[in-house]
């Protein structure tokens, strides 16, 4: 997204659905165990809203959202507690650590990608307004990884600085499986965002994020 190529954004266009076929090879209908499969993802969702800090005041979070894995995260001002990962969950992330090890990254070990945030988007007013995956916790410039599933919606990337002519925006529409690696300088030049798309026809469903992210170790 840079003209000299230091931040840099991988896309894979129906990954999972590809990996999940693979991985459910000797069942007749892969695609019903994978309809089914996120039915059950879906249902982890908590049964509340997180509360954000914003402009000094709690605000709940317009979508649903749960830390998994070996360490807490905190953002926006809350440090929100990890549980261990659900076994329904536990396929796709070693799919995700494979990939990000080989070929695109060897810099860290599987133990630094330890840290997974699951959002839950229930409609179309559901979204994550612009920001960037910097917190302190995380290992600079690592690749952070992103796996959509259920319903397509818009993915966006902002320059940080808009008069900065090669620092470039970019627009997804981001289907059911799709994987984004963020990585380079990616958090230092541009932010990134899921808009609003209450007035839609792609919003009428429900959109699960999967993402992954490396931690420092302690």
Not at 31 to 58: C, E, N
Not at 144 to 173: A, I, N, Q, W, Y
């Amino acid at each position: 997204m840079q003209s000299d190529k230091t931040s840099w954004v991988y896309y894979a266009p129906q990954w999972y659905r590809k990996v999940f076929k693979q991985q459910h090879v000797t069942e007749p209908d892969w695609k019903t165990a994978y309809s089914q499969w996120l039915d059950r993802v879906w249902g982890l969702h908590p049964p509340q809203h997180d509360t954000i800090k914003m402009f000094g005041k709690d605000v709940l979070m317009p979508r649903f959202q749960q830390v998994y894995g070996g360490t807490d995260y905190r953002f926006s001002g809350q440090t929100f507690a990890a549980l261990p990962i659900p076994d329904d969950l536990e396929p796709c992330i070693n799919a995700m650590r494979q990939l990000v090890m080989t070929p695109i990254d060897t810099t860290f070990s599987l133990d630094f990608y330890r840290g997974i945030l699951v959002n839950w988007y229930a409609n179309g007013d559901h979204y994550m307004g612009p920001h960037t995956d910097n917190e302190k916790a995380l290992v600079p410039r690592a690749p952070v990884c992103s796996l959509s599933l259920g319903t397509t919606r818009r993915f966006v990337f902002t320059p940080k600085d808009s008069g900065l002519k090669e620092h470039e925006r970019l627009e997804l529409m981001l289907h059911d499986g799709d994987l984004v690696v963020m990585g380079g300088t990616t958090q230092e030049t541009h932010k990134h965002a899921l808009p609003k798309m209450s007035n839609q026809k792609f919003a009428v469903g429900k959109r699960i994020n999967v993402t992954m992210r490396c931690f420092r170790q302690p």
